[in-house]
Structures are given as structure tokens and as C-alpha cells.
């Protein structure tokens, strides 16, 4: 029953599917039981049976199926394109769901779709425990907060970070616009994660200098087993050191575009934790992620598909000088 709940929250608050609408679901071998309840409780909504008069027959019943479920492949890294089957079908509907074990976010068919209109969100690696916790969530008060940190921050243009375990790090953001993800995608074409809750920047290319601890976890990998240091010049990754988690994601950047600094965000869901996934990491108020790879689709000019991000505990960000936020916690 707690599943049924967060998948209405997720179709009747975030996405405000209609009767008269239709529903989409991508999912895969290994989230395909997430998949069937968000169809389960779509197809509630978006089957209609319908009186209608046709060749001369009065109060003819037609039952009108408007959702669907599909199943992708799961690719190697977060951001590699779906197949020809799924990006054509991905065009069809007005709500998008994707509850898929390797992210679609940041690929060329999820952006072709919220082009033609469709309102979508995007679940890579959910699980039902973060379904239960973390949508379970005052969204207003997630877009309030959303609202005044990018008060804060827009046209700043340097951002640097530091954390009590070594983070020493500074983005050049001049001319880029912050995105705020609240988890209302209730106009057309509108797109994001859920869990939901963060704010994030593409950073100017090739400038971004400095040292990143990372504390909490890697997407797509886990929780780290030890402190990761990742060395930044230029912009792009120099050097990676830590332990196992450290040496898995140093094998993932498998070209120079992969080791390019994407994506720099913040993170507003109270009810969001650690566990080791980033789709929910990355949303835990009190945290930063930086990701890297492609940015082509929120602002950005790299287009790569590959797309991971780390997560960092209890960052204190200056803007400009100005203080944003002390030890994970953003000053009013």
C-alpha cells in the first residue's frame, strides 16, 4: 500500500496527469516491478470508457487504453541514448515516467520529448524505500527554498566550496542560469528527478580549478568506502585517489569529454538521506553534488553520453564572497 501512495503522489502532485492524457512508462528488467504499480495506477486514471456514437450506433462503449509500459535495455553509464524504438515512442505521450536503472536525463531522446511537450520525470535507480521517504515530501516548501537559494545566487559569477575534510574548489557560472528542481511538473515540457529537491548549474567549461573530498557517494557506484580526492585544472578531471569506490569510477571515464566538469548542485530535500544512491544523495539537504560529462541539455556545451555525479557532506559555498551556506546549512 505505501508504494500505491507515493506512485499517486508522484501521478496526481507531481505530474497532474489527466483522464484525457496519456502516460508512458520506460522501466527495465531490474525496476520493471516499480514500472508495473506506476502503470498499475496510471491506467486509473487515463482509461476512460467512453460513450460515443459511430455508423449510426447510439451509446457504443470504447475502451481507450492511454498508458503504456516499455522496457529498455540497461546501458553501461547514465546519459547513453536509448534504443530507436523507445525515442520514437517517448514522442507520442504528454506524461513521461522513467523509473530506469541507468539514468535517461541527460540524453538527446529525453530532450526531444520535453521539446514536443511531454511533462517528464526522471527515476534512475529508485528504490521502494526511497519512494516511501523521500516523495513523501512538502513540494511548495521544496520550491520556496528552491526559489530564495537561486535568489541568492543568480548573476554571481564565482562560486567556490569548501568542506572541514579538504574541499577547496571554484566554478566560474557567468552567463549560466541556476535550474531549480521542486518536483511539480505540471506545465508542458516541463522535466526533472524525482525524489526531487535540488538547484544546480552548468559551470563554465574549462575553468573550473581545485580539490574535491568526496564524502558520501558516487553515482551509479555507491556509498564511498573511503574519501575519494579528485584533483580539478581547466576544468576537467586531473587525478583520481581513494580506495575501491574511487578506482570503479576512475574506470568509467573512459575519454577526456567524461572528465569534464558538468554540473554543480545543491541539495533542498529534507527528507532525502545517504544511501549509497545519488538519485536521492544528491537531493539530501545539507549536501553539494558535482557531476560530470554531459551538459549539453541544461546549459551547457559538452555533449558526451555520460553523466555521474558526486556527493559531498556539509559544504560551506561562498558566491561572490558572499556566504551562502555554513557546514550544509544555508544561511538566511
Not at 193 to 220: C, Q, R, Y
Not at 223 to 239: T, W
Not at 270 to 290: F, M, P, Q, R, S
Request: proline share 3%; glycine share 8%.
Amino acid at each position: 500500500m505505501p508504494l500505491e501512495k507515493s506512485a499517486k503522489i508522484i501521478l496526481k502532485d507531481c505530474m497532474n496527469l489527466k483522464h484525457n492524457e496519456s502516460c508512458l512508462i520506460i522501466t527495465d528488467s531490474k525496476l520493471k516491478t516499480i514500472g508495473k504499480i506506476l502503470l498499475k495506477n496510471s491506467l486509473k486514471i487515463t482509461n476512460l470508457m467512453k460513450t460515443k456514437s459511430f455508423r449510426g450506433t447510439k451509446n457504443a462503449k470504447r475502451f481507450l487504453v492511454k498508458s503504456k509500459l516499455i522496457l529498455t535495455t540497461i546501458p553501461e553509464a547514465h546519459g547513453a541514448e536509448p534504443s530507436k524504438h523507445v525515442s520514437d515512442e517517448m514522442l507520442k505521450y504528454d506524461v513521461i515516467l522513467i523509473p530506469t536503472t541507468k539514468s535517461l536525463s541527460h540524453t538527446k531522446a529525453r530532450e526531444n520529448a520535453s521539446r514536443k511537450g511531454a511533462r517528464i520525470a526522471s527515476m534512475p535507480g529508485i528504490t521502494a524505500e526511497m519512494m516511501k521517504r523521500a516523495l513523501n515530501v512538502d513540494f511548495n516548501k521544496i520550491k520556496i527554498i528552491n526559489k530564495k537559494l537561486i535568489e541568492k545566487l543568480k548573476d554571481k559569477n564565482k562560486i567556490k566550496i569548501m568542506t572541514k575534510k579538504g574541499t577547496t574548489i571554484e566554478f566560474q557560472v557567468k552567463g549560466r542560469k541556476w535550474i531549480g528542481d521542486d518536483g511539480i511538473y505540471t506545465k508542458k515540457g516541463a522535466f526533472g528527478n524525482l525524489p526531487a529537491g535540488e538547484i544546480f548549474i552548468a559551470p563554465l567549461e574549462n575553468k573550473t580549478k581545485g580539490v574535491i573530498i568526496v564524502d558520501a557517494s558516487v553515482g551509479g557506484i555507491g556509498k564511498v568506502d573511503k574519501n575519494i580526492k579528485i584533483i580539478i585544472k581547466n576544468g576537467f578531471i586531473e587525478k583520481i585517489s581513494g580506495g575501491k569506490i574511487a578506482n570503479s569510477f576512475k574506470k568509467l571515464l573512459k575519454d577526456r569529454l567524461c572528465k569534464n566538469v558538468a554540473e554543480l548542485g545543491i541539495g533542498t530535500n529534507c527528507k532525502a538521506k545517504i544511501t549509497g544512491n545519488v538519485l536521492e544523495d544528491e537531493k539530501a539537504a545539507g549536501t553539494c553534488h558535482i557531476a560530470f560529462g554531459n551538459n549539453r541539455h541544461f546549459g551547457g556545451k559538452v555533449d558526451v553520453p555520460f553523466h555521474v555525479d558526486v556527493v559531498i557532506k556539509n559544504p560551506t559555498i561562498y558566491a561572490d564572497g558572499v556566504l551562502i551556506m555554513k557546514d550544509g546549512k544555508i544561511k538566511s
